[in-house]
């Protein structure tokens, strides 16, 4: 479930038709064991998508923190697709 919620958001972003030039698509991977490594690698081949993965879970705070520091512009948004959703 969580899988396919965070795939349909991913190609909904992607299919947008936004420009690399203005939309950046950051994605955090905070230690998770399922297969979001392998969704967010085959979106990452879009030059909009930039993935981080942290091997261990650090937290939404500390993810957060590393989405903001490869972020840029004025508009940002937040998705949180944790394990409780």
Do not use: W, Y
Not at 3 to 32: F, H, M, Q, W, Y
Not at 50 to 79: F, I, Y
């Amino acid at each position: 479930m969580r899988n396919a919620v965070l795939e349909r958001k991913l190609r909904n972003l992607t299919r947008a038709g936004l420009s690399p030039r203005t939309c950046r698509i950051v994605v955090v991977s905070d230690g998770s064991t399922d297969r979001t490594e392998a969704i967010l690698r085959d979106f990452s081949r879009d030059p909009r998508v930039h993935v981080l993965m942290n091997q261990l879970p650090q937290g939404k705070a500390s993810a957060l923190n590393d989405a903001m520091t490869v972020t840029q512009g004025e508009v940002r948004g937040l998705h949180r697709r944790a394990a409780d959703h």
